[in-house]
């Protein structure tokens, strides 16, 4: 018996040992530039003269959460947009300006950990961005209470706004319009170190995951992802995520279920020449999760054109405004 419980001490000790090792020795690496994305931020630059200020909301927490308003016409609905990894609010300029001049206000947000909002590359809590969705649509509903919302995100926060659409939040917006959306690391839908722009420690997100399974998320403030954020960025940008914040933001593990899950009306836009993600792959993996969701491909456009394109950010507008226009009234 003494020789059983010893074995068994000593396989706790060296799984607590490899568990230690993994978290501590694997870490992220800031990736070197990617072109596409010096591009777009040369692009997002010259939007900075002429930039809105910012506003504030206080959540739950105590915490202020910054966001852009772009005033549209009353009555001509509300669009929440989230921008995409390590951005801020000022990356959705170009969506907000186009949706404006269809009527549209727009909510441009810095999501907590990112720009204006809490603290750069972490959360306190898997689930806050939630909590911080439910405070932001009070805001809202108090100012422009009865118009039809929608909400719109790009890359990672293109996942967001579907992890929202799946989940208990589905049906406080109207509908929803992902742009160039982050699936899944699977090989299926996105190409290795998404093109280049990432460096996730994978070992040390597995080992943190499988600690999550067992309800511990002690260590889940280290660091698990870095981007290749282009040098000289404006504003306060993210380079590296925290694995709550990248959990966070990001569809759940069984992403096909919860994309299952989407009951209001929902469209992908994604360019062809996507250099993150298999965009080709897009309209199967659709059919196969959920075949409601509209898949659009829009040729020769890379990841970030449907955001800063002229061609990607009408297109935009049109799948954007015949959503608002198609949904019943409130």
């Known amino acids: ?44 630059s010259r939007w900075q003269a002429d930039q809105l200020p910012y506003s504030f909301l206080t959540a739950r927490d ?13 009555g001509g609905g509300i669009a929440v947009a ?19 001049d269809q009527g549209f206000t727009v909510y441009a947000i810095d999501i907590r950990g990112h720009g204006e909002s809490g603290t750069l590359g972490d959360i306190g809590y898997r689930g806050q961005l939630e909590d911080d969705m439910v405070d932001l649509l009070a805001l809202i509903e108090s100012r422009h209470a009865g118009e039809k919302k ?37 090989p299926s839908v996105t190409r290795p170190n998404s093109g280049g722009w990432a460096d996730a420690a994978v ?10 399974i067992i309800g511990l998320s002690a260590f889940d403030g280290l660091p698990a992802i870095a981007y290749a954020v282009p040098a000289g960025a404006q504003g ?3 380079s590296i995520y925290s694995h709550r914040l990248l959990a966070n933001m990001s569809l759940p593990r069984d992403w096909r279920a919860a994309l299952g899950g989407i009951g209001q009306p929902t469209t992908i836009l994604i360019g062809a020449n996507d250099e993150m993600f298999r965009a080709d792959a897009y309209s199967a993996a659709m059919k196969a999760a959920n075949p409601r969701i509209e898949v659009e491909i829009l040729p020769a456009i890379d990841h970030m054109g449907t955001t800063v394109q002229p061609a990607g950010l009408d297109r935009l507008a049109e799948i954007v405004t015949r959503l608002r226009d198609a949904a019943p009234a409130r």
């Open 1 to 44: 018996m003494r020789i059983f419980a010893a074995i068994c001490l000593t396989l706790v000790v060296c799984v607590v040992a490899a568990f230690a090792a993994v978290i501590t020795i694997f870490r992220p690496a800031t990736p070197p530039p990617m072109p596409t994305m010096e591009a777009a931020g040369q692009i997002m």
């Open 82 to 100: 989230i921008h995409g990894s390590s951005g801020t609010a000022s990356g959705m300029t170009g969506v907000a300006r186009v949706l404006a």
């Open 203 to 212: 070992p040390r997100i597995v080992a943190l995951s499988l600690l999550n």
């Open 62 to 74: 105590g915490t202020r959460l910054g966001y852009k308003l772009h005033p549209g016409r009353p």
């Open 236 to 238: 306060k940008r993210a």
């Open 150 to 186: 929608v909400l719109i995100g790009h890359s990672l926060g293109g996942a967001f706004a579907l992890r929202i659409a799946g989940g208990p939040l589905g049906k406080k917006f109207d509908a929803y319009v992902a742009t160039s959306p982050f699936l899944s690391n699977e």
